[in-house]
C-alpha cells in the first residue's frame, strides 16, 4: 500500500518550534521532488518548501525563509519541516507532498505518480 504518513505538529507558544515529518511506504522518495504545504482557516493551500530529487536544492516561501529547514534522508525514506521562531500566522493545517519537481517552493504534484501526506495541524498561540 501507497502511503505517505506525517507526524509531528500540535501547540506551540509564538517564538517556539515544532517538527513534521513524512515516511512514505509503498515507494521511494529519492526520485521524487518533496516540499510542504499548508492551508490556514478560511484561505487556498500554499506552498511553504521544496527540495528537488537532484540535487537536494531547497527552496522556501518568503514567509518562512531564515526560519524553517526542509530535509530528506533518502535512505530512511522520510522528508521533514524543522520550524523555527514560529508566529502566530504560521497556524496551519500542514501537508507533506511528493510530486515531479520543486516549481521554486511549490512542488508539482501530479494526479498519477503524486503523494500527499494526510495533514497535521500546528497551532501557534499565547
Known amino acids: 500500500q501507497l502511503q505517505f504518513v506525517q507526524s509531528g505538529g500540535g501547540l506551540v507558544q509564538p517564538g517556539g518550534s515544532l517538527r513534521l515529518s513524512c515516511a512514505a511506504s509503498?515507494?521511494?522518495?529519492?526520485?521524487?521532488?518533496v516540499g510542504w504545504f499548508r492551508q490556514a482557516p478560511g484561505k487556498e493551500r500554499e506552498g511553504v518548501s521544496c527540495?528537488?530529487?537532484?540535487?537536494?536544492?531547497?527552496y522556501y516561501a518568503h514567509s518562512v525563509k531564515g526560519r524553517f529547514t526542509i530535509s530528506r534522508d533518502n535512505a530512511k525514506n522520510t522528508v521533514d519541516l524543522e520550524m523555527n521562531s514560529l508566529k502566530l500566522e504560521d497556524t496551519a493545517v500542514y501537508y507533506c507532498?511528493?510530486?515531479?519537481?520543486?516549481?521554486?517552493?511549490?512542488?508539482?504534484?501530479?494526479?498519477?505518480?503524486?503523494?500527499w501526506g494526510q495533514g497535521t495541524q500546528v497551532t501557534v498561540s499565547s
Open positions: 527540495i528537488s530529487s537532484s540535487d537536494g536544492t531547497t
Open positions: 509503498g515507494f521511494t522518495l529519492d526520485s521524487y521532488a
Open positions: 507532498a511528493a510530486g515531479s519537481y520543486c516549481s521554486g517552493y511549490v512542488t508539482y504534484v501530479p494526479s498519477r505518480r503524486g503523494y
